[in-house]
C-alpha cells in the first residue's frame, strides 16, 4: 500500500512538471528516495515499455476475438435501391439468328437477409437466405412485378479440402494463452531492465561517494604530510604523490558526477520521467536467503513459460503444412445443395401466395491426370520442414533446459557470493580507516595507504555489484518460468481489467 501511494505521488507530480509551463522552474529539481521495488513497481505501472507491452496485448486480445467470432452465425442485410437502367439491348432471334437493339428501361430494387454459420467439423458452410425483389418496367408499357424468396436454405461443403476452422479451432487459443505469457514476460523483462538501471545510479552514487570521501581524506593527509615534510619525516616524492592524488581526486569526482547524470537520465527516461525528477535510490539492506531446486524451475518453466508453447505451436504450423499439401493433392470434390421457395406477382400479396419450390444439388470434382508429381513433391517437402522443425525443437528444449539449469546453479551461489563480499568490505572499510590514522601518525608510507585505498574502493563496488547480481539473477529466472519464488505463488496479470 505504501509502495502504491509513493508510484502515485510521483506519477502525479511528473504530470505536473510536464504540464505546467510557466510555474515551475526549468532550473526547480523534484527529489525523491526510491528503493528498488517501488523502481520495478513504477516501471511496471508507467514506463513506455510496459505500454507498449500492454497495447501488444490488447492487439492479441482482439485477432483472438476475431477468430471466436468465425464460430457465431452472422446476419447481414443487403439492398438494391432505385437501379435505375435505360439503354440499347442487343436481342438474338432464336429462329432466324437476327440480331435487333431493344431499348431497354427499367429500375429495380431488393432487399435480402441472411444468416451464415461456419461448420468447424466438417469446413462446411450453411446459410439461410430471405429476399424480395421488385423490377418496374417503363417501356413499352408501365409495369411492375414483385419476385420473392421467402426461404432459400444453401449449404455447401468441400469433400477433400483443408479445413482452416478446425486447426485454428487448436492453434489459435494456444496463441491467445501465448501472447498472455509474453506479455508477463515482456513485464519480467521490465523488471530485469529496471534492476540493471538501478544498480547502475546507485553504483555511480557509491562511487561519486567514495569519490568525495577520497578528496577530504587526501585535503586531510596532504595536510598532515606538509607538517611531516617540514620537520624531514617524509620525502619530496610522497609530497607530490599526495599532491598528485589530490588532483586527480578533483577530477575523479567531476568524471563519477557525469555518469551518475548519465545514469540517472537513463532511468528517469525509463521510467517514464523528465529530467526535473532527480532520484536518490536506497542501497538494499540485504537480499533474501533463497535456494531454487532445478527439477521445481524446470517443472514450473515448462507450466507456465511460453517457450514450450512457442514449440508446440512450431510443431502444428508443421503439421498444419502437411496436412493443407495432402489436401491439396489428388482429386477435389465438394457438394453444394440449395432448397428454397419462390413466387413473383403484380403485387406483394401474389408474391408470396402459393410459392413454388426449388431445389440445386451438384457435386463438383477436379482430377489431375498429370501434374509431373507436383502434388507429391509437395506433400513430401511439407514431411520434411515437419521432420526438421520437430529437430529443431527437440534441441531448443535441450538447450533451454541447459541454460536454465546453469542459471539456477550460478543463483544459488550468491548467496554465499553476497555474504562474503559484504565481509570484505566491512574489513576493507576499517583497514582503510586504521591506514588513514597511521599515516597522519607517521607510522604509514604512502604506497600502503594507496593499497589500502583501492582495496576499500574494489571491496564496496564489489558489495553493490554482488546485490544486483543477485536481483538480476532472481528476476531473470523468474521470467524464465513465470514463478514468484519469494512469494509462492505463479506471476499472473488482470487480463480482464487491462482488456476493459
Do not use: H
Given at each position: 500500500m505504501v509502495r502504491s501511494l509513493s508510484t502515485l505521488f510521483i506519477s502525479l507530480t511528473y504530470i505536473v512538471v510536464l504540464f505546467s509551463p510557466g510555474e515551475i522552474s526549468a532550473q526547480q529539481r523534484y527529489r525523491y528516495t526510491m528503493t528498488l521495488e517501488e523502481v520495478i513497481e513504477t516501471a511496471r505501472e508507467q514506463s513506455p515499455s510496459a505500454l507498449v507491452a500492454k497495447h501488444n496485448f490488447i492487439a492479441n486480445y482482439w485477432q483472438f476475438r476475431s477468430f471466436k467470432a468465425q464460430f457465431l452465425p452472422s446476419v447481414s442485410l443487403g439492398a438494391v435501391l432505385a437501379s435505375y437502367d435505360r439503354s440499347l439491348r442487343a436481342l438474338q432471334n432464336s429462329q432466324t439468328?437476327?440480331?435487333?437493339?431493344?431499348?431497354?428501361?427499367?429500375?429495380?430494387?431488393?432487399?435480402?437477409?441472411?444468416?451464415?454459420?461456419?461448420?468447424?467439423?466438417?469446413?462446411?458452410?450453411?446459410?439461410?437466405?430471405?429476399?424480395?425483389?421488385?423490377?418496374?418496367?417503363?417501356?413499352?408499357?408501365?409495369?411492375?412485378?414483385?419476385?420473392s424468396n421467402p426461404v432459400y436454405l444453401s449449404y455447401t461443403q468441400p469433400l477433400k479440402a483443408y479445413n482452416t476452422l478446425k486447426w485454428e479451432k487448436i492453434t489459435?487459443?494456444?496463441?491467445?494463452?501465448?501472447?498472455?505469457?509474453?506479455?508477463?514476460?515482456?513485464?519480467?523483462?521490465?523488471?530485469?531492465?529496471?534492476?540493471?538501471?538501478?544498480?547502475?545510479?546507485?553504483?555511480?552514487?557509491?562511487?561519486?561517494?567514495?569519490?568525495?570521501?577520497?578528496h577530504v581524506s587526501t585535503e586531510i593527509s596532504l595536510k598532515m604530510a606538509q607538517q611531516r615534510f617540514e620537520i624531514g619525516t617524509i620525502s619530496n616524492n610522497d609530497l607530490l604523490q599526495l599532491r598528485l592524488g589530490l588532483y586527480n581526486s578533483s577530477l575523479e569526482i567531476g568524471d563519477k558526477e557525469a555518469a551518475l547524470n548519465i545514469s540517472m537520465l537513463r532511468l528517469l527516461s525509463f521510467l517514464g520521467f523528465n529530467e526535473n525528477v532527480e532520484i536518490t535510490l536506497i542501497v538494499p539492506e540485504e537480499i533474501p536467503e533463497v535456494q531454487l531446486e532445478f527439477s521445481d524451475v524446470y517443472s514450473k518453466a515448462i507450466e507456465y513459460s511460453s517457450d514450450m508453447l512457442k514449440n508446440e505451436l512450431s510443431i502444428l504450423t508443421a503439421e498444419q503444412a502437411v496436412a493443407q499439401a495432402?489436401?491439396?493433392?489428388?482429386?477435389?470434390?465438394?457438394?453444394?445443395?440449395?432448397?428454397?421457395?419462390?413466387?413473383?406477382?403484380?403485387?406483394?400479396?401474389?408474391?408470396?401466395?402459393?410459392?413454388?419450390?426449388?431445389?440445386?444439388?451438384?457435386?463438383?470434382?477436379?482430377?489431375?491426370?498429370?501434374?509431373?508429381?507436383?502434388?507429391?513433391?509437395?506433400?513430401?517437402?511439407?514431411?520434411?520442414r515437419e521432420d526438421v522443425v520437430r529437430t529443431q525443437v527437440d534441441q531448443s528444449i535441450s538447450q533451454y533446459r541447459q541454460d536454465l539449469l546453469i542459471k539456477v546453479l550460478e543463483f544459488n551461489k550468491?548467496?554465499?557470493?553476497?555474504?562474503?563480499?559484504?565481509?570484505?568490505?566491512?574489513?576493507?572499510?576499517?583497514?582503510?580507516?586504521?591506514?588513514?590514522?597511521?599515516?597522519?601518525?607517521?607510522?604509514?608510507?604512502?604506497?600502503?595507504?594507496?593499497?589500502?585505498?583501492?582495496?576499500?574502493?574494489?571491496?564496496?563496488?564489489?558489495?553493490?555489484?554482488?546485490?544486483?547480481?543477485?536481483w538480476k539473477s532472481y528476476y531473470t529466472i523468474r521470467k524464465l518460468s513465470l514463478y514468484d519464488y519469494l512469494r509462492g505463488r505463479e506471476v499472473t496479470a488482470d487480463f480482464d481489467k487491462m482488456i476493459n
Open positions: 439468328g437476327e440480331i435487333n437493339y431493344i431499348v431497354n428501361n427499367n429500375m429495380n430494387n431488393s432487399l435480402n437477409l441472411s444468416v451464415s454459420q461456419n461448420i468447424p467439423l466438417t469446413g462446411g458452410k450453411v446459410s439461410l437466405t430471405t429476399s424480395l425483389n421488385r423490377l418496374d418496367q417503363f417501356s413499352p408499357n408501365n409495369t411492375y412485378t414483385y419476385n489459435e487459443p494456444k496463441k491467445f494463452e501465448k501472447a498472455k505469457r509474453e506479455y508477463l514476460e515482456s513485464l519480467e523483462e521490465i523488471n530485469i531492465s529496471a534492476v540493471n538501471l538501478f544498480f547502475s545510479v546507485l553504483s555511480a552514487q557509491s562511487s561519486l561517494e567514495i569519490a568525495k570521501k577520497r495432402k489436401s491439396s493433392n489428388g482429386i477435389q470434390a465438394g457438394i453444394s445443395a440449395q432448397f428454397g421457395l419462390t413466387q413473383k406477382g403484380g403485387d406483394l400479396q401474389s408474391a408470396y401466395r402459393n410459392p413454388m419450390d426449388q431445389e440445386r444439388i451438384g457435386v463438383t470434382l477436379t482430377l489431375p491426370i498429370l501434374d509431373w508429381g507436383l502434388g507429391k513433391g509437395r506433400v513430401k517437402l511439407a514431411q520434411s550468491l548467496n554465499d557470493k553476497y555474504n562474503i563480499s559484504l565481509a570484505a568490505d566491512s574489513i576493507a572499510k576499517l583497514r582503510y580507516d586504521m591506514a588513514i590514522e597511521a599515516f597522519n601518525n607517521g607510522n604509514l608510507d604512502i604506497l600502503r595507504l594507496n593499497s589500502a585505498q583501492a582495496d576499500f574502493d574494489n571491496s564496496a563496488a564489489r558489495y553493490i555489484s554482488e546485490i544486483g547480481n543477485f
